[in-house]
């Protein structure tokens, strides 16, 4: 006979530095290899609609290499998975839109130099940005969660409290005691 834990996938042991790895890893062959699908793509429709339709494709692929692979957990990722982490990508593209627009608000006209070392730079942490919150929110198992909530444990049941005593209002009458009501 089969114990429980044999017949569930065995989430990865690594650690974080572990993950970070893959998670660079697969993010970034994915990010690559999006960059040439974009280019291949606009020849035969509009360069944006061809970035979205990558992005969205690339994010789909990356969430379920996440949710396998990056953070172990063994399973296919869920609607719950993808939805945050089209959301964590959301947020990844916004922090790379403002540094740009930053860096032309400061610099009218910046090099593609500049550009790039912004663009990369603003890549870089939303990138960090994104797995922390993949790792410790939308892949987080009770491992993580337990590593992550150092406080104090919380109650399984919350103790008993009496209900404050209320005052009459000035010039109401106290109402009466149970033992008058049973008498009369």
Do not use: K
């Not at 044999?6 to 970034?28: I, K, T």
């Not at 869920?78 to 540094?99: D, P």
Request: net charge positive.
């Amino acid at each position: 006979m089969q114990s429980q834990e044999g017949n569930q996938a065995a989430p990865s042991a690594s650690g974080p530095l572990a993950s970070f790895a893959r998670f660079v890893l697969f993010g970034g062959g994915v990010g690559v290899l999006s960059s040439g699908a974009v280019t291949l793509l606009a020849g035969a429709m509009p360069w944006a609609l061809a970035n979205a339709v990558i992005t969205v494709a690339s994010t789909l692929l990356c969430t379920e290499l996440h949710a396998r692979f990056t953070f172990g957990t063994g399973r296919r990722a869920g609607w719950r998975e993808h939805w945050q982490s089209a959301g964590s990508a959301a947020a990844a593209y916004a922090v790379t839109c403002a540094a740009m627009f930053l860096l032309h608000l400061v610099q009218s006209s910046p090099g593609a130099l500049m550009e790039q070392i912004v663009y990369l730079g603003a890549s870089a942490l939303a990138g960090l940005g994104r797995f922390l919150v993949l790792r410790l929110c939308v892949f987080a198992t009770d491992r993580t969660r337990a590593r992550t909530h150092t406080g104090t444990p919380r109650p399984v049941a919350a103790p008993a409290r009496s209900l404050p005593m209320r005052t009459p209002r000035q010039g109401a009458t106290p109402p009466l005691p149970l033992s008058t009501l049973a008498t009369a």
